[in-house]
């Protein structure tokens, strides 16, 4: 993605249990795309939501005053990680690391 644009990401969960649903989740940026100032978009359009019981959906962007740094230039991977927690019983918790690449277009 180019530091101006938004960009969602989609977690999902395809080892669930059988009946399970995700219950809760959590997303976490990893210290390197915060200090690149990627920030996860929490609107009433763009939060994080659960979809159809089985995905966690997130957006994010850089922010404004940083969208020029020099690193942006040759690209970086930024990771996010997805934690989702079942209904099952007993709960089952899955995670996800996964990175948005952020380059000068």
């Not at 180019?2 to 995700?22: F, H, K, Q, V």
């Not at 939501?49 to 966690?56: F, P, Q």
């Amino acid at each position: 993605m180019d530091p101006a644009d938004r960009r969602r990401l989609i977690a999902r969960a395809e080892t669930l249990l059988a009946g399970a649903s995700i219950a809760s989740a959590d997303v976490v940026l990893g210290p390197e795309a915060v200090a690149l100032g990627l920030t996860m978009i929490e609107d009433e359009d763009h939060g994080p939501s659960i979809i159809n019981g089985n995905a966690i959906e997130a957006w994010f962007e850089v922010d404004a005053e940083i969208q020029t740094d020099p690193a942006f230039d040759t690209g970086v991977r930024l990771p996010v990680e997805f934690t989702m927690v079942t209904d099952a019983d007993p709960p089952e918790t899955l995670q996800r690391t996964m990175t948005i690449t952020v380059i000068h277009q």
